[in-house]
Each structure stands twice: as structure tokens, then as C-alpha cells.
């Protein structure tokens, strides 16, 4: 099966989710969020699985969602370079395929991962847990491990894996007027996926596809919590 080739920003958007309430950012606390990940609320993840375009077994991966403590929480994202041979060119997470190193542990590989990529000691990590595992087109079952990160220097990304390093606030990614919906069919194969473009000073950090669809999890879970338990 051939690998799909489009621009997601040519994709027209098909629904905004104007409806939806946004999760109240500002009344986040670390000691909250510790609570909603040792109890989960009842919830459900909205997206799972990407339609796949390789074929052959799934390869475990897990990449890090860092929260990153500033005035306000901040998650930490990646432009992969354009020649890496899987989503080259596309705003990630820091992760990567578990190595038998990890011993099958999806936190120790998202933490090798983010050292790895942007320089992000474990020390500066605490991870909170982990959200439902999601099938990219790719092949993966990517395992998202959530982690507050209170950095105590910069970031050092390396380029043979990360072109730019840049912060998104928590509080535009958990707001769904942010989140579009798109559709494309190619051949017989419809595709639907959610983009959150962000304004980074003039310039647009276009988050789409398995990251967007990672980030909409977090947000029906986060919502979910501030609904079922006690306020922050």
C-alpha cells in the first residue's frame, strides 16, 4: 500500500467545533492534575486509529506530551525535518519507537526519546500517566505519556531529529475553536483528521493528523475530569 501523498493545509475544513466547551486552563495546578491522572475519570478517547497505509505488524512507540510549567502550562512540540523517512516535515511530540532498552516500558522510551531529541533531561520530568494508545497510518501504536516539565535551562534539540523547538499554551490547544475537522478521499480510502493551527509571532505551527488527534484526547479527558471531580 502506497503512502498518501497530499497537503493538509490544502485539505478544506469541513466543521469547526464552535459547540464544544473549552477545558478552564487557568484553573489548572500541578496537584490537580496528579489527582485526575492516579483517578481517571470515566471517559472515552475520541480518536484511535488512523486508516493504515503500510502493511505488517504494528510497531510499539511512545511519545512525550510535555506540560511545560511557566506562567502557564505550555506543551512542548517538534518540527521533524523534512527527510526523515516517516512524518518528515510534521509538528510531533518527542518519541520514537521503544528500543529493547526500554524493557516494553512506553515512559522509559518517551523519556529516552525527549532526552534524545530536545535535550530534556529526566530530571526535570515527573510523568503523570499515560492516554489510550493511538494507530497512526504509519504502522505505529504510539502510547502518549503526559508529563509536567519544569525546566531548569534550555532546550538542545538535536538536528538530525528536530529542526525547531516551540512551546503551544495549554490553554489554545484545549480550546475546541481551535480544533478543525477535515475530510479527503484518496481512491477508496476516506480520511478525517483534526488540525490546531497555532500563531507562533507570524509563524503558523500547522498541527494536524495523529498529534492533533493525541491533543483531542487530552482534551475530552481533561474535560471529563473537571466534570466528574473536585475543581482545581
Sequence with gaps: MSRPSFDPRQVPVVAVDTHL??????????????QVFQAPPPWTPELRAEPRWVD???RSAAVLVPLVWREGPQVLLTQRPLHLPTHGGQVAF??????????GDP????????????????AWVEPLGALPTYSTGSGFDIT?????VRPEGTWRPDPREVDEVFEVPLAHLMDPRHHRHHELVLGDVRRRWLSMPYDDGGTERFIWGATAGMLRNLY????????AMMPP
Design 21 to 34: 466547551p473549552r477545558v478552564a486552563v487557568e484553573r489548572l495546578t500541578p496537584a490537580w492534575l496528579r
Design 56 to 58: 505488517g505488524p504494528a
Design 94 to 103: 518527542p518519541g520514537g519507537k521503544l528500543d529493547p532498552a526500554d524493557g
Design 107 to 122: 515512559v522509559r522510551c518517551a523519556l529516552r526519546e525527549a532526552a534524545e531529541e530536545v535535550g530534556m533531561p529526566p
Design 144 to 148: 502518549p505519556v503526559v508529563a509536567l
Design 220 to 227: 475530552r479527558f481533561l474535560l471529563a475530569a473537571s466534570a
